[in-house]
């Protein structure tokens, strides 16, 4: 069975850096299957790294090696680590970018990547961490290295943490926030649907009030829906159209879901 | 031999939708090969979906499947379906978005995909079926599920048509439209070669007359020049240059080959 | 072991013009390992291309066919060619997409191709030489086929070379320039490490000093610092910011490194 990576960073598309982090992968072993998750998080946006890994870590094959490069303290002290799930692996700079991940799932074990004979180079640029040791740590991962072969053990719970956007709630209402807004314009909110614990409810954002739907197609062409989205959040949409622009909101804007 | 899934959509590159369907794919089986055609359609635009797969669909081996979203209607009554033609696969919505191949290529058969066995999850978000059907279904086929274990048989002339733009035909001249602008700014016109019986002729757009050429390289840098396109379709561009910045021309402007 | 094959073009990614030369290696071989460098080269722009392929040249597993497609003459009379060196092989139009990986590599061999029958077609599109010769000729490379077998020996002085940018270097300063700037927007200039003779100096762009770092968390949130970059290039960086911006610089803007 061939092991799994997948990618997700900052260097976008225009340059040749994410080639060259395939390129080292392929060194160590060209039959690792390497996915693709973004590679447009924005520019040492490690907060919105850390969403997009939590919406895609639930849907790949156990064992899969998750690197992520959003890398803002490259060079300097913070560490290089990896990461042991029960259903896959982490590779990247502890600087939180994993927190989320770490938020709903166990670390089994963690190391600090120190042996320097799993990196492409014992002497790797001080400014591409992601090439010189990360990708070759990634690959002989997923080729079935030891995670305690990596370097030496460091406890899970000291790993850096950030925090996620909060919500709040009472019996009647959940203030929240929009967290994310996709390439199509729905507004991901930060309201989990576990959170929700009435059937009933509509929204309101900007003075205006959503009307409660399952699913985009609920409502004419042209109209506000919110509903429980594929990612597990609440979220609001426009049949057929683009809620940001329509609702002249952006990152961080209140919504309350009201019962 | 592996099998081959190509992958077009418009959930664009910033979001980990298209991660996560490749991730969906994997864990069906890591060993499928899987080819990006586009994830950049319009959003929502069924008719530039349609083209594009036209152009893609004859470049691919033998037995692929082609996985196409581009599926506003999600979630509401329109039907998800598999259809089978001699040398290929196309898994997606029923929206038209597949009816330009159907134009050139038999369908063999077609299912309605209603077998939740070989969907990831029996049940699928009302919002993402690209992630929670489309990608598992086109993922057991390239294993070699066969189409009529997917779901009910349907009829392949029921299947929803969208009409591809028209052109006019006389013995002198025939009457077309842009239907396509690429990212170098040559403009695709909807005259197939097929249509075009003699071989000399000129080229009209905008009150300017384009000479017919074979190839970019027939003219001058800076000059506009119409051929045949690898497309098989009639183009408009200039040699080293943008053929939409220097024609000011859009989507369907008027085409027309004078004999 | 599955051969490697890299792709570089200006194609973009929002025409599948990428992912129908992917068709047709698949085509071959759908075990090739396919692994994109880039798409977004600016339009025509070889010496972009030349300059990303120095770049990510090294990083590859022996053997591996790193297919090139620049191309303005498409069309024309420039020739297609494969080149073989001592670690790889490249596939592409003669027209100097490859000359910096030759001023670094030796050549051992090129060739013109002309023998139709490692095409995709016998008669190829005048304007897509990309899929219809270059894409095929690379993926039987990377099965295996000999360079020798793909068309008549040229010799390989003779193919088209194009200067680089230069550099000027006295006892005390070195004159060089921005070569190329990253998506962070970071400037990579074009003086080598190799050409510094002295461990200490600072760099002046636009009558700013610049000071000597090692790595972009060497200063300041904000500040800027010049060090040595992965490339193996003087780069200038702003600490979590944008050089580009901060500085008010574009491509081939001044660069004195001073000792």
Partial sequence: MAGVITLLTDFGLKDV???VVKGTIATVNPSLVVIDLTHQIPPQNILAGRFALINAYPYFPQGTVHLAVVDPGVGSQRQGIAIQLQNGYLVGPDNGLFSGILDQYTACAAVRL???????????????????IFASVAAHLACGARLQDLGEAIDPKHLVRLSPPNYEKTSTI??????????????????PS????????????KERVIPQGTTYS???????????????????????????????????????LIY
């Fill in 114 to 132: 120190s042996h320097s004979q799993y990196w492409r180079t014992a002497t790797p640029s001080s400014t591409f961490h992601g090439r010189d």
């Fill in 194 to 205: 576990t959170a929700i614990t009435s059937s009933h409810w509509t929204v309101m954002i």
């Fill in 17 to 19: 850096y994410v080639g």
């Fill in 174 to 191: 959940i203030k929240g926030s929009i967290q994310y807004i996709d390439i199509f314009g729905n507004l991901i909110t930060n309201i």
């Fill in 218 to 256: 609920d409502v004419p062409v042209g109209e506000t829906v919110a509903f429980m989205g594929s990612h597990g959040w609440l979220e609001i949409a426009v049949m057929s159209g683009n809620a940001q622009t329509q609702l002249q909101v952006s990152w961080g804007e209140l919504v309350q």
